[in-house]
């Protein structure tokens, strides 16, 4: 297993809106529009959301464990951190 991945996110506030955001996705609207539309994470909002590659020890515990278990190109449920909920998309 790599110790280096890449992933977007969208964080929201809410469970509520990160499942809505999910079925926003699931219905066929493009990730990245949505990370630009409705992240809270404004500076990877800009870049579809995209956070580039990191490593253990990185982000966020709940975060890292679940972005590291994604396989490439799968999108996670909402995960709860202390920033709010986030959806994530592994790349590589």
Same mark, same amino acid.
């Given at each position: /297993? ?11 506030a809410?469970?509520?809106? =990160?499942?809505a ?9 493009? &990730?990245?529009?949505? =990370? ?8 990877? =909002?800009?870049?579809d $959301?995209?956070? $580039?590659?990191?490593?253990?020890? /990185? /982000?966020?515990?709940? &975060? !890292?464990?679940? =972005? ?5 190109? !799968? ?6 951190? !202390?920033? $709010? ?5 592994? &790349? $590589?």
């Amino acid at each position: /297993m790599s110790n280096k991945i890449k992933c977007s996110h969208i964080l929201v506030a809410k469970q509520s809106e =990160a499942l809505a955001v999910l079925d926003r996705i699931k219905a066929g609207e493009k &990730f990245g529009k949505l =990370a630009k539309e409705l992240s809270t994470d404004t500076g990877s =909002a800009k870049k579809d $959301g995209n956070l $580039g590659y990191f490593t253990k020890g /990185m /982000m966020v515990k709940p &975060f !890292e464990e679940t =972005a590291f278990k994604l396989q490439v190109g !799968e999108i996670s449920e909402p995960v709860k951190s !202390e920033f $709010g909920y986030h959806i994530i998309k592994r &790349f $590589g």
